[in-house]
């Protein structure tokens, strides 16, 4: 979905928003290096023996975010995706093993939400994209036509490494689990170059924590508040957090739906929530974020209780806050009016 | 960020009045600055002319007697002490740092250095500039690495080319000059400064936005130039070779290409949409309401008007929209002329008042959203009359200049990610050549132009940092 790269980061409101760490013991040196990749900024913060051996490791997680993004790249005519996308669809079509475990990935989460999140969306994005770039909205039968191509289950995968699609004009665009994926082999990389703690993030909008910083718990993050009144938080450690958010409305047009499609309904979904999930790997933050602002809190609280080891927070722009955990805590922060400072919940919301 | 907005609205209107007393026209370069007591000689180095803290008056006359020209950078409350102490021959100019002083103060201390030295150029330093970057979302503080998520973000940009225009039409008899300190979390760049790439990016982007700049140079690069060490050297020859390019003669021959007017009395109101109105390649034009006459809107497809208009003003919009143009208001509820019409619903908190051949969007209140706004201006601006589209390019801004004659067409190109890309580009206008250069390739690759209706398209083949494109042999499309 790389149409969510068009959406703005209000990043000078984030720079001001952050409070500052409780950690006041000096501080080991750290490499802080960003990349732009997947049409958006990667950056990672390393802690290691050296700030040399950082830096060398930190070059080499970036390598792997860029080859991965040649694999899984839906813009570049070249990459491992695209060649699946236009390929013959009448046969299974061998892939590289990355793109063969992200979509295996992807569609499990399209099993576990009933194919709300759906990697092959793409055409109903496209779509919207642009009859909104010629001020207007999709007709019936534009998107009629359209939805017929879209479903996960169009997408069948032969083992070890073959995809076979069920329809002519199915695509697989990995917009919603490719950043978080991408994160997880680069930690791997670090990995396997002795790095232990280090904080990986892609765009602002999955974040992945090894470790924790020299003498804390671990890596403070603030999360999307639309409100400006929650202030809500993760330590994370081991874990990665993603947020989901609709675009903003136009200021000066009515013909802005936002970029996040329903694919139920085939049309972006209208929802005033932004979601932030944390979860044990990247790509399942990534893509349970998208998922979990599609079917909302009501659903997907209940959603959260059946996976281990995720936490959702959904927060609308009045305040309207829903908390659902089964293991990870979110914590909230300066100024709830009526909230603990610390809030642990198996499930269930608070408002 | 503006600071105190009344404060620096005031500081802005006394340093218009005092840079029109102090008019150097024509200026147009890039300074170094100087800190280190060590400094090899000026023929080693390559550079004529340094900037040097009036303080450090041992450093000054070293770096006269290594054969530079020095421009004193002298604090508001100073310009007393320093007239007196230091003679005229010594300098080759005035650098004045506003800081946070008053406007009276500044006024005062630019009064008096230009009387002491009237044949000296003295210029006045914006010193709130951000350091040229591609920005991620984490916030490295000094205790501390800190995240905030959002959604998936394309990448943010700190540039200065809103701060550039603004500084033309509010300090309009100087080049705006402008500093930036360095933004370094890296604890290896904290020790060694900069890469290269940061210096080229800084000094590509003054060239750019035809700026002055005084570059800062790292305590340790002075320090390892001054000790003769070779990978010193190689970043100075790399920033000589940037200066080269971002200094042409043609500087100040060409003025920027716009077709969107905004209209604004202050900094503070217009600042973040302009700046991103520049993120989205959106080129415009600064305009105060008190430059406002019946000729001066002509070259605009799109006004936004930050400032609340007077009769003056409104009328002059009015007619702009009765002509056919789209005037975007922002913050100001009228009564207006137009307001007699019918009002239409535009966006979710916005009307639109159909004025003549075109119409009047009114946004009743300030810009909340500076990205979300910058994108409707774009699409506001009908297809056939987009100055500049740019594919692949996340990371690129480029600000077209129009050469006089209207056959030919300059557009300066950064690339803040700092690594080569291809690039697509569409200009409006026919031309029929199409010239790269970059500062490692100053004269140049011919690039394929095509032709599509009214809009000449190409691609660049590598953009790393700097590139400039020359469009000539053909007709730009008139307004």
Redesign the interface.
Known sequence: MRW?????????C??V??A??E??QP?S??????K?AM?????I?AYGES??QA?KAVDQAFREIVRLDDVMSD?QANSALSRLNHSSHSRPQSVPPDLYRVIREALQYSDLSGGKFDVTVGPLVNLWKAAI?G?RTPSSAEQDKVRACVGYQKVELLPPDRVQFHSPCVQIDLGAIG?GYALDRAADVLRSRGISRA?L???????LAMGA?PG?AG??????DPSNRVDPQVVLSDRS?????Q????????A?PGHIIDPDKGAPVRTPF?V?TVANTGSASDALSTTLLLVGPEKGKELVKNVAGVAAIWISPDGHLQLASSGPQILLGGGAPGLATRVETDSGGLR | ?MASGSLILMRTQVLTLVCLLAATPGWSKVLLRWTQSSIPPAATMGIKELVVSWEAGALIKNARRQGYRVFAEVSVGQAEEMTKETEKSDLAGIVLNPGNSQPGQIELDLHQLRSAYPALPVLVLNAQAKQPQ????????K??????????????IDSNLALVRLDQVFRPAQTPLYEFQWDL????QQEYGPNTADYSLAVAEAGAFHADLILNLHPRLQTDLSRNAPAAWVVLRQIKRDLAFSSPGSKNVSEPEANVGVITDAYQKSY?PIN?FGRHNIPFAVLKPSDLNPQSLDAFDLLVVFAVPDEHTATRIADFASKGGLV?LVGAHGPFPWQSGQAI??????VAYPTGKGRI?E?PGP?I?P???A???R??IDKDKVEISLW?A??VIAVPYRVPGGREKLVELINY?Q?PIPVQVQVRGSFSSVLYATPDRPCCDSLTPVQRGEFTEFVIPSLRIAGRVRLTGGRSTAH
């Open positions: 969510n790269n068009a959406l703005a980061a209000v990043l000078f984030a720079s928003a952050v500052p760490t950690a006041s501080q040196p750290f490499v802080h290096k960003k732009f049409g958006t900024v990667f950056e913060v700030p040399a830096r813009y770039r001020g950043k904080l993030d892609a765009g602002g909008s999955t974040t910083p804390q890596w403070l993050v603030h999360l999307r957090v993603s947020t989901s958010e675009t903003p409305p136009s200021l000066l047009s009515r802005s932004a932030s | 960020m591609m920005k991620g979302q984490l916030v490295i503080k205790d501390g690495v800190l995240q905030v998520t959002s959604p998936t973000a394309q990448p943010w979390s890296d604890s290896l973040e991103l975007v619903p535009a966006g979710e908190h916005s969007i946004l810009v959203d990205e979300t706004f994108q409707d201006i699409r506001l692949n996340l990371t990610a690594e």
